[in-house]
């Protein structure tokens, strides 16, 4: 059985390796996916051209590779940089935004799936569909709940001998074997243009900081959304004071408070 790890820990050898992450994702993310890797404490690039993609993979602690606003040009940046990734055993992250939607989201998916992600973070529709399973997604936005994607997120970890992520109102990570559920964050988090996404990118930062504990890097990138996410809403009256709020919260996190606020448990060993 995993055990609970020391966020704390996890937080301050992130904040003080201070990683580069290679964040390839979507024209709405990029703002503030910056933003939020920043303000936790890594360092983002958000390079995505054919040309220097691949080079500039192997210069970075982890790629992250977000196909939200996918095109034949993007899609060659991708597999450039997990090509180096994976030549140079660097940890890379695949968010699988919406890939059920139609054929050329689908196939794109599938083929870098097959390039072996060390982690998958996406939604529980997402993670449903992506293993096979039939889901009630429509667009970006889950129809299922993290609980009805548990079994999915279970078969991909052992299929894909990787790390997957299910995010929603409640959050579970499984390497196939051990699972975890972290609790926390808020009702608005959800109205934020691509806070999901940013996410994903945060997840490369501790995946980097940690790589031979990338089960525990991944619980740890989506605990501290979780405690931030709580902290910003009792500041915020709406989505957008709680956006400024909740960068203002990851910069704040110190690793005392994480550890202690930090609300996962064993989900369930199988």
Not at 212 to 226: G, H, I, K, N
Request: proline share 4%; with cysteine; charged share 10%.
């Amino acid at each position: 059985m995993k055990q609970r790890p020391d966020f704390g820990e996890m937080l301050a050898g992130m904040r003080a390796q201070k990683p580069l992450v290679h964040c390839i994702t979507n024209f709405v993310a990029m703002n503030i996916a910056a933003n939020v890797v920043l303000a936790a404490g890594a360092s983002p690039a958000m390079v995505h051209a054919p040309e220097e993609a691949g080079e500039f993979a192997g210069l970075c602690g982890a790629v992250t590779i977000n196909i939200g606003t996918l095109s034949p040009v993007l899609l060659q940046g991708m597999c450039a940089a997990v090509q180096t990734a994976n030549h140079n055993a660097i940890p890379w992250v695949l968010d699988p935004v919406a890939h059920f939607a139609i054929a050329y989201r689908r196939d794109a998916a599938q083929h870098l799936l097959s390039l072996k992600p060390a982690i998958i973070r996406g939604n529980a529709s997402e993670i449903l569909t992506l293993a096979g399973f039939a889901a009630h997604g429509q667009g970006a936005d889950s129809g299922d709940d993290a609980g009805a994607a548990y079994s999915a997120a279970v078969q991909l970890a052992r299929d894909q001998q990787c790390i997957v992520a299910v995010t929603g109102a409640y959050d579970l990570v499984t390497d196939g074997q051990a699972t975890m559920r972290i609790d926390g964050g808020s009702a608005l988090m959800p109205q934020i243009t691509a806070l999901g996404c940013a996410l994903t990118c945060l997840t490369g930062a501790f995946a980097a900081a940690h790589k031979t504990q990338l089960f525990e890097a991944t619980v740890a990138a989506l605990a501290m959304y979780a405690v931030a996410g709580a902290q910003a809403a009792h500041g915020a009256t709406g989505p957008a004071s709680f956006q400024v709020q909740f960068i203002d919260a990851l910069a704040a996190l110190t690793p005392a408070y994480f550890q202690s606020h930090a609300k996962v448990q064993c989900y369930e060993t199988v």
